[in-house]
């Protein structure tokens, strides 16, 4: 083992090699040590054996000369093990990002507070983005809460827009009168908010932009569509930013719909569900509750898309599950 067989192998003889072994000279294949008796002084077997069989051949993982990764190529563990393999211990890698973060509300306080006054909601928001991005390797730089005022708003995102390569903002996307997400984002530079409004629930006043070549997110104040967009956009912005050049295919798997869903045509829908296995086939039992619901989601294993040209989804339909668990 460790070293190259010199012992060469003759017509009708065999010689014992261990796993990762190499192949005496003259020999073509292995035959596996249970599949051997001796007999007499004699090798019996009652196994057929093709040549290269259990052998792997030099190059036959790669070639000299063949392209393995291309750039913009994600390094997973499977990529760091071929690297290994090729002896290559450093390459050059896009810095981690750093994304920046404000909720805005005058009702929102910190997700530390104990008690809540009348009207006081916690910063579910931060957290469910923080767990987000943590998840996609990305550093978070948490910009507090600002108070529904212009002023307060536009200079808090500024100052986090400055520090960061992407800027997410929860809250303020409908169309309110304290509603001041996309005059801000318009403020941070051109060409701004390019998409307001996208026809999908929940999620509908999401909130597209980029200012001077960053990317700025608009998230809806529900905590569950503010998940739901983020998780859907969100990922896709920072892959593109991370320098990634490959489509990325979600994590999703197929499950029968256990009820009639009834969905408007022209709209993207996203159902929450619960996954359960039954007689070996996964079944998806849709959460229903409202978009400010955030145990909604904990109690799901997953979303699943009711694309914009279909009116629903019928009770045993196959349907693609984006897993979020
Ligand atoms: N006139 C209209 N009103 C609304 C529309 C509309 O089209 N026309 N769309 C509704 C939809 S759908 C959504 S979603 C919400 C989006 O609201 P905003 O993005 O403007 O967010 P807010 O009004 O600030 O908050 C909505 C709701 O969410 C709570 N919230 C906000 N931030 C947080 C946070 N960080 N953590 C926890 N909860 C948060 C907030 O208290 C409100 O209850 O607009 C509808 N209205
Ligand atoms: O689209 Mo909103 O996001 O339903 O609550």
Not at 67 to 84: D, F, K, N, T
Not at 102 to 124: A, M, N, Y
Not at 286 to 310: A, R, W, Y
Request: hydrophobic share 35%.
């Amino acid at each position: 083992m460790g070293e190259e067989a010199v012992k060469p192998v003759g017509r009708g003889e065999a010689i014992y090699v261990p796993t990762g072994g190499m192949l005496p000279p003259g020999s073509d294949s292995v035959l596996m040590i249970e599949h051997c008796e001796e007999i007499g002084g004699l090798l019996n077997t009652y196994k057929q054996i093709a040549p290269g069989e259990n052998v792997i051949r030099k190059g036959e993982d790669i070639k000299a000369g063949e392209v393995l990764l291309s750039e913009g190529a994600r390094l997973r563990p499977q990529e760091l093990g071929a690297l290994a393999a090729l002896g290559v211990s450093e390459v050059k890698v896009y810095r981690k990002l750093k994304a920046a973060y404000l909720s805005s509300g005058d009702e929102i306080v910190p997700f530390e507070t104990k008690t809540l006054e009348t009207g006081q909601i916690r910063d579910i928001n931060y957290l469910t983005v923080k767990g987000l991005v943590n998840e996609w390797d990305i550093e978070l730089i948490y910009g507090g809460i600002t108070r529904d005022d212009y002023q307060e708003f536009a200079q808090k995102a500024r100052d986090l827009y400055e520090q960061a390569d992407c800027l997410i903002l929860s809250g303020g996307s409908s169309v309110g009168t304290k509603d001041y997400t996309t005059e801000v984002i318009q403020s941070l530079g051109d060409p701004g908010v390019f998409v307001h409004g996208i026809s999908i629930k929940p999620g509908k006043p999401t909130i597209l932009a980029v200012a001077e070549g960053k990317p700025v997110i608009g998230l809806p104040g529900h905590p569950a569509s503010s998940m739901i967009i983020f998780k859907l956009f969100g990922e896709r912005v920072f892959r593109r930013l991370k320098g990634e050049r490959i489509e990325h295919k979600p994590e999703r798997i197929f499950a029968r719909i256990v009820k009639n869903i009834a969905s408007s045509p022209g709209r993207s829908d996203y159902i929450r569900v619960r996954l359960e296995e039954k007689d070996g086939e996964w079944w998806a039992e849709p959460i229903i509750g409202k978009s400010g619901l955030i145990t909604t989601l904990v109690k799901s294993d997953g979303i699943v898309e009711i694309v914009s040209e279909k009116e629903g989804i019928s009770q045993g339909e196959y349907v693609p599950v984006i897993l979020t668990r």
